[in-house]
């Protein structure tokens, strides 16, 4: 089941083409707004997916292309970010240590939205295509074995990022939370519809090229060990999402006017798009292309950053 919301924050069910409002059946799911109601339902989904499927079945719906579509997960507790986990298509030779950080719930935008990139003196701006897990039930100290047991379902992610701020080794509090650098969506895909969640090609387009192209097959810790590391940490709960890491050799700079679309196979495509009142401006190319043009080359050590030749904070 694709579950979304739309216009004024109804809760809809995609069908086809058109999506059909169920907010009357999630009605009496105690909740407060869109967030704590897409979490409750989650967490109550045993109950609550037949009746979704009969109002699905007896509804015709409205076209999806008439409807404003919002984030389909506006509340998570937690956003838990893998960092480091690909394995680069082979040209690192071992994973990376396991790691992660905390992303701000209040960085979400959805479908249609925009990233604004704030006037702060980032050497660059990206935005990093990932294929996020969404978690069904309370996990704490999950064996990884069991991990995938716990997963709700999957929904495009984007972990944006203003990278080089000052002070050096303060980083990913101030690059990664800013406001609106969390586009997701355009749904939220239940695990059921997904066979094997680690072979899924992930494409990201900026303006329409192709720039980042790889599969979830190629990450350096897959998703029951992730589970299983995070919920040793903390405790995961119903709606909380996991981002699982990105290929970093297609990220490119994220500029004035850019419109971003992600597609993972069997989630959708988010769109979105990018503003910058300062209209900087990066030149625009990857990291695989500035490793296939560097002199010096290191498995798994790539050139970062792409100068910057406009602009405020320009050198």
Not at 174 to 182: L, W
Not at 227 to 248: K, V, Y
Not at 277 to 300: C, D, P, S, V
């Amino acid at each position: 089941m694709k579950l979304l919301y739309f216009d004024d924050w109804k809760l809809g069910v995609l069908k086809g083409d058109a999506v059909v409002d169920v907010s009357s059946v999630v009605r009496d799911i105690p909740h407060t707004g869109p967030g704590d109601l897409m979490n409750g339902l989650i967490e109550r989904w045993a109950a609550y997916r037949p009746k979704l499927e009969a109002a699905v079945a007896s509804g015709s719906g409205v076209p999806l292309a008439s409807v404003r579509i919002r984030p389909p997960l506006p509340g998570p507790k937690t956003i838990d970010c893998m960092a480091v986990n690909y394995m680069e298509d082979g040209t690192r030779s071992a994973p990376a240590p396991i790691n992660a950080f905390h992303k701000s719930p209040s960085a979400i935008i959805g479908h249609g939205d925009t990233m604004v990139l704030p006037d702060v003196p980032a050497t660059i701006f990206e935005g990093e295509a990932e294929m996020a897990v969404v978690i069904g039930r309370r996990a704490s100290h999950v064996k990884a074995a069991d991990a995938m047991n716990y997963v709700f379902g999957y929904t495009n992610f984007i972990d944006g990022s203003a990278r080089g701020l000052p002070p050096p080794g303060n980083v990913f509090f101030q690059m990664k939370s800013r406001d609106t650098f969390a586009p997701i969506g355009p749904y939220l895909v239940t695990a059921d519809e997904i066979k094997d969640p680690q072979k899924l090609q992930i494409r990201l387009w900026n303006n329409g090229a192709l720039m980042q192209n790889f599969n979830t097959d190629d990450m350096g810790h897959k998703i029951p060990r992730c589970i299983e590391w995070l919920s040793s940490i903390h405790a995961l709960e119903p709606g909380d999402i996991i981002a699982t890491g990105t290929n970093h050799r297609g990220l490119n700079p994220f500029m004035d006017g850019d419109k971003i679309e992600l597609e993972t196979e069997g989630l959708g495509r988010l769109s979105f798009n990018v503003k910058d009142e300062l209209k900087r401006k990066w030149e625009r190319r990857t990291r695989l292309q500035m490793h296939e043009a560097a002199t010096k080359r290191e498995a798994g050590a790539y050139p970062d950053i792409t100068p910057q030749i406009g602009g405020k904070y320009a050198k």
